[in-house]
């Protein structure tokens, strides 16, 4: 089972390994793991994640650089779970761009 966030992540990709996907919605009340581990300036968003694996044991998750505070989720949790990768995404839509990604794709999830 592998956990993922943004809407973006190529599932059908992580699916085509025989693996089970679900997305993480997280409902936290209570940041008091993410706050030892993340600025506090955090956005609520990138703590609820941290907060939401931590609590819920999740082993496997793939993340998308969205943005910076998924990059800090990232740092945080890249030594908490058994498997984390975050996939980089290109900013613009053209043939290198797309070259780009699919190379991401190749040498990161798939390997």
């Known amino acids: 089972m592998i956990a993922y966030v943004c809407k973006y992540t190529p599932i059908e990709i992580i699916k085509a390994f ?11 009340s209570s940041y008091e ?7 506090p300036n955090m956005c609520s968003f990138a703590k609820a994640i941290v907060e ?14 969205c943005c910076d ?4 989720v990232y740092d945080v949790l890249k030594d908490r779970v058994e498997f984390i990768e975050i ?8 043939p290198a761009s797309a070259q780009f990604f699919y190379y991401q794709l190749e040498t990161e999830v798939v390997e």
């Open 69 to 72: 505070s998924i990059k800090r």
């Open 52 to 65: 939401y694996v931590l609590q819920s044991g999740i082993k496997n998750l793939v993340l998308t650089n």
């Open 18 to 28: 025989g693996e089970d996907v679900f997305c993480i919605e997280p409902k936290i």
């Open 87 to 94: 996939i980089d995404f290109p900013r613009e839509n053209t």
């Open 33 to 39: 793991n993410a706050e030892r581990l993340l600025h």
